[in-house]
């Protein structure tokens, strides 16, 4: 069903400089062809995309932002739209990320930021995640419901014209911990399946079969391929581990084809 792997690393507030940014780039450009099978997308933080961008040049890697604004244009000071981040270098952009949502960002946000996406062009990598773990289930419907409130009025099929979407399923008690903290690949492998099957209910069948489901939380080379095999996702978005050249790396050799 998924041809390729997404391999995506959300940089976060980790890398501050240009100079550290345009280090990993530059390493990440002259391995990318090791990883075939491998769709590899970075997050900078927005001010340090064109200083990617440029290291990158023409290669496959792709870049992102980590969030944009609601608006588009406008007085509407501080905020980054996706017009801006699109020129300079991005094409996909992370939505819903815990660390947002935290900073009080809302489910019709979210929604609005899908939309703002989708009429920049940008490839939207929509994540989602429970706060608490719960044996008894309940958090299912917390899913469910971002999923549905995200993408509400999401044209349908989502990979009609040029915007692509993608799930990035980051359970947030797993965000930031050890690989032993990390979700089991058992686990996984029953959210993927609600996910689907969710996306299912939101949007066209064959579009929702065509969804990549990342998997995202304390992933680094010594959980990453029992996540992959046995948990059924198409990839990883990778927080921490991304940063470090060797750790992200081995995360990329268990991907590839
Ligand atoms: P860590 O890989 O550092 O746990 O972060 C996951 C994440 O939040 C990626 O967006």
New binding site residues.
Partial sequence: MVKKYIVAG?WKLYIERAEEAKKIAAVLKRKVKLFPGVDMVLFPPAPLLPAVAQVLGKTSVALGAQTISVFSGGAHTGDVSGAVVKDLGASWVLVG?SERRAAGETNDMVCAQVRAAKNAGLHVML?VGEKEKDHGGAHFSDIALQLSSALNGFSNPPAGGRTRIAI?Y?PVWA???TAAEAMQPGELEEMVIFIRKTLTDILDRTAALRVPILY????DGSNARQLLREGGVSGF?????STDIDAFTEILNVCKK
Avoid: F, Q, Y
């Avoid at 995202?216 to 992933?219: E, R």
């Avoid at 978005?237 to 581990?241: E, H, I, T």
């Fill in positions: 959300n990320h994540c990035a980051e965000i930031g911990k995202g939380g304390s992933v978005l990778v927080g921490r581990a």
